[in-house]
């Protein structure tokens, strides 16, 4: 393998784990309540800028993360309480269009609280680049990956092995058999989108370092992500992990051999074109709809 | 001569199946009945019928044209209709316009003409609303025409569905379970509409679980379970046949016990 | 009241009409009548995309890439190649429709969230391709555009555009409105009730919802073309993905599958900006908790919303 394809590869892949974990989020609350919440990208944002913030007021690196997590995570529990629990519509373009209002409000709050400049966020350990196979990654890159590995196996065990996360699985199957043997669809909501809120604070802490991080930010990283969860198979956790990583690797291959302007017009078109051939995303349920 | 003509028919959901092997001929005139116990494939032949599912294998003709694996338009458009076992109403409209709705085969107008609304097409729209009214009225359901769909109650809607069908002017019509829910009066009327039908020279296909109906109207049975074809005949010589006896009337004698 | 009156169709064409011809009364000068016209293009657009996402029950999230490409493509057909103003945005028009018509009958095979994110990447692809080629849309900085020349006159000033875009609004209401109420219309709704039992009536739906798609792409590039001529300006913004979610916030606002629903939902949210313009900071953050609050307390939007408390029993 040349080692500059090596070299798209290792960025593509850190930018993909970034993908996924957005992804997984866009899931995990389409799974509950079948809404795709047009505001995940701006969870992403709020973990890096607070973050940013909290180690501007002296908090060392891993409290300040924790911190802003936890906030994230209210956020979105609070965006759950206050607005989706409160629909009484089941018209699916209602709820997208309430949560990019609550995309808008969030990011507006952004640039009142913080500012509209950009923020960058020190590398977890250091910004020495390590040299692999011909090619170099920042340890930043490491994290990045690592964690994804861990929130993974993590967010896999959760969903199989527990029983809060068996319900809110069998909730997405079948609402009604899951209410019936007594799951609260209500609480599955509220945590799908504190679960939800959690891992787009972490992946906004991860990727600030790389990236910068500022009150708009979530507006692209939101697209990507319901990109790669929509081509993975909405409702799928592997497929949402797949489909990051495949968009990501797409995304930086184009931009190293086409052309960085464009890169995310063939990411966007590969998309599309697997659409069009598997219109259920990679591994989305392929079922006949019964009448 | 045969209307519709199927030759090994079968249709696989992931492993389970649904409709296995199926052969027959409809004849071109009269009633005939699918029976079959609970999840024996009525309805998924019907789909089939229909071109609502592509058959996992077969080949399907109507009147000598052969459709298989076209798409349900196609089956329209050459004079097959249906109705539902699960309501399929278009809960956004009126009673009226759910019927005119029926009619879009013979109705067809081009872009431009319904943009800027050509004189001839408000004369054809007239006479649209006028035969689905003489079909609401056939159907029995005269006083509902202005009400919204979603404001109608069961048996009218299943009524509404078979008014829906026959305004597309159909050949041959596929009824699924069109008395299931109904209390006996409105069975009776259905048994009544479905008489006139045959006088209209329309041909149904019945599928029901109402077994006094079937053998009531029928002029011929298929009896499928598990997807295959068990029995084939008149209504009188499939109900002594001791399979279907034991398969099917037996179960039902016993659930009624 | 005659009942020719009544109906949604001649009452309201008759009532627009008058706010129309009333409107300017209340117009103090030149920047009311701008945001007047602005109304007018957006309604035309949203009359289009409530045809698709109101009607027939298919989402876009990605009518301002259509926008976008009638503007542009007005814009550098008059300034880059000198053709007439008119010619251009016809041709920029049948473009769009071109394109609308190949990428639409691949894409509408697509159900829900699945067709959300297809428009939605086509219409990032369209902006990030306008913002790209600056040699001929000059980029992110935008270009700017000759005026319209009607008949060897330019169409300039305020007033003058308010009364044209007045009458085209009309004319697109009107064609709604027929449309909504021919064969053709009812077999959209019939697809947005249920897609199975519009087919097995004969209603080819993929053939129906290409239609559908096509002619509100045609909405969105005509007003996106009259819009660039209008301000003598256009920037890539107009393409994309936060354009496209404001026309779909304007027809749910308005109320879906309904024409004057489409009309004053581009009012409202096209004017409240103007609004909120003296919030400053605070903008954002109003708009965002507008758009939740009405959908939270009004998710059939504001023209059913109000019929139906007015005139119970009575449906559209
Ligand atoms: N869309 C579908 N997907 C999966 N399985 C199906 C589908 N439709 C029908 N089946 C299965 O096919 C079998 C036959 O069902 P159906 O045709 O509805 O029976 P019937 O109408 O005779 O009661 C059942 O086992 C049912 O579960
Ligand atoms: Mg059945």
Known sequence: MSPQLLQYLLSGLTVGAIYALVALGFSIIYNASNVINFAQGEFVMIGGMTTVSLIAAGLPLALAALLAIAATTLVGLALEKLAVERVRSESVVTLIIITIGASILLRGLASLVWDKNLHALPAFSGERPIALGGATIVPQSLWVVGVTLVVVAALWWFFNRTLHGKAMLATSHNRLAAQLVGISVRRVLLVSFGLSAALGALAGILIAPITFTAWDVGVMLGLKGFAAAVLGGLGSGPGAVIGGLALGLLEALSAGYVSSAYKDVIAFGIMLAVLVLMPGGLLGRRSVERV | MSLLRVEALSKEFGGVHAVQALQFEIPAQGVYSIIGPNGAGKTTLLNLLTGVYRPSAGRIWFDDKELTGRAPHHYAAAGVGRTFQNLQIFFNMSALENVMVGRYLHERCGLVAALLRFPSLARAERACRAEALQLLEFVGLAGYARAASDSMPYGALKRLEIARALAARPRLLLLDEPAAGLNPTETQEIVRLIERLAARGITTVLVEHNMKLVMGVSDHVLVLDYGRKLAEGSAESVRRDPKVIEAYLGSEAQAHA | ?316
């Open chain 3, 1 to 316: 009241m005659p009942a020719a009156l009544r109906t949604a169709r001649t009452g309201g064409m008759l009532a627009l009409a008058v706010v129309i011809a009333l409107l300017p009364l209340a117009l103090a000068n030149n920047y009311f009548y701008d945001v007047a016209v602005l109304v007018g293009l957006n309604a035309i657009v949203c009359i289009g995309l409530n045809l698709l996402i109101g009607y027939a029950g298919q989402i876009s999230l990605g009518h301002a890439g259509f926008f976008g490409l009638g503007a542009y493509g007005s814009a550098i057909l008059t300034a880059r190649y000198g053709w007439p103003p008119l010619a251009s945005l016809a041709a920029a028009t049948a473009g769009v429709a071109l394109l609308a018509w190949l990428v639409g009958r691949p894409i509408l095979r697509l159900r829900g969230h699945y067709l959300a994110m297809a428009t939605l990447g086509l219409g990032v692809i369209i902006a990030i391709v306008i913002s790209n080629e600056d040699q001929l849309t000059g980029g992110p900085d935008g270009m700017s555009v000759p005026p319209l020349a009607l008949f060897g006159h330019a169409l300039t000033g305020e007033k003058a555009w308010y009364w044209v875009v007045g009458a085209l609004l009309l004319l697109a209401v009107w064609l709604a409105l027929n449309l909504v109420e021919s064969p053709g219309g009812r077999a959209l709704r019939a697809l947005h009730g249920s897609e199975t039992a519009a087919e097995v009536v004969g209603i080819d739906s993929v053939r129906q919802k290409v239609m559908v798609f096509v002619l509100s792409a045609v909405f969105a590039a005509f007003a996106g073309g009259l819009t660039a001529y209008y301000s003598g300006f256009i920037t890539p913004g107009r393409a994309n993905f936060l354009h496209s979610i404001e026309l779909v916030t304007m027809v749910v606002f308005g109320g879906l599958a309904s024409t004057f629903g489409a009309v004053v939902g581009a009012a409202v949210l096209t004017t409240l900006p103007q609004l909120l313009a003296v919030l400053k900071d605070y903008e954002m953050v109003v708009f965002g908790a507008v758009m939740m609050l009405t959908m939270i307390f009004m998710p059939k939007g504001f023209v059913p919303t109000l019929t139906a408390r007015f005139a119970p029993g009575e449906r559209k």
